[in-house]
């Protein structure tokens, strides 16, 4: 802003933009796509961290029309996450999705952010195995270049937290090891250990060697060229 004697003085962003693992995240935009999958009267996302000492997440907390109507949230939270990976980008899937019977307000009629609760810590529940060998060898890369062990087949990017440059890090690392060319945007489409695993057993090279190859990438020009595919 301009103060009367002219002198432009920093205040912030004046928007509600959340810059989370490498991403800029609208939060109306999130809004607007879960009213669109899920009748609600009323929703509100934010960055948010499980637990203490976590890394934050994106988090949607919602009202919906007919809360009382609910036999198994958990059910229910799933269906609308599996809506909004069919309508929109996965990396603006709220990772969680936390139910209220109403949103809290401030004195000004205004969502209180600060009260709204942590939402439920990650389930770590194991999901399908990894059985064949490119399957544990892909799982192998999957947490080196990670740092975070899969639980199964469907381990899923998005869903783990972690930085968006590492998708680069692990499709060159994949590229190392199987001498395969992941393209960024399929990955992104189909972000699981599982999907990945398929095409390497679907190019049916498994050379031997762990593969520790980095991309030829600088930080700053990867996260360039997520920014550039991300909008195409």
Known sequence: ???????????GRVDDQIALRGFRIEPAEVEAGLRRVAKLSAAVV????????????LVAYVVPEAAEAFVDRSAWC?????RLESSMPRYLVPQAIVVLDALPLDG??????????????????AGQPLVSEV????????????????????????????????????????????SLD????????????????????????????????????????????LSHLLRT
């Not at 802003?1 to 205040?11: I, P």
């Not at 934010?46 to 890394?55: C, F, K, L, T, Y």
């Not at 945007?185 to 390497?200: C, D, K, S």
């Open 1 to 11: 802003m301009r103060s009367k004697g002219g002198a432009l003085h920093f205040v």
């Open 46 to 57: 934010v960055s948010r961290a499980p637990e203490v000492g976590e890394d934050p997440i």
């Open 78 to 82: 799933a269906d609308v996450r599996a």
């Open 108 to 125: 000004n009629g205004k969502v209180d952010k600060r009260a709204l609760p942590s939402p439920a810590p990650r389930s770590q529940s």
């Open 135 to 178: 399957e544990q060898r892909v799982g192998d890369v999957w947490a080196r270049i990670l740092e975070k062990e899969p639980t199964g087949l469907d381990s899923d990017f998005f869903r783990m937290g972690v930085h968006s440059l590492l998708a680069m890090r692990l499709l060159a690392e994949i590229r190392d090891t199987f």
């Open 182 to 225: 992941v393209s960024l945007q399929a990955f992104f489409e189909h972000p699981t250990l599982g999907w990945l695993a398929e095409q390497v057993e679907a190019d049916g090279t498994v050379p031997s060697g762990d593969g520790h190859g980095a991309p030829m990438l600088s930080d700053s020009e990867v996260e360039q060229l």
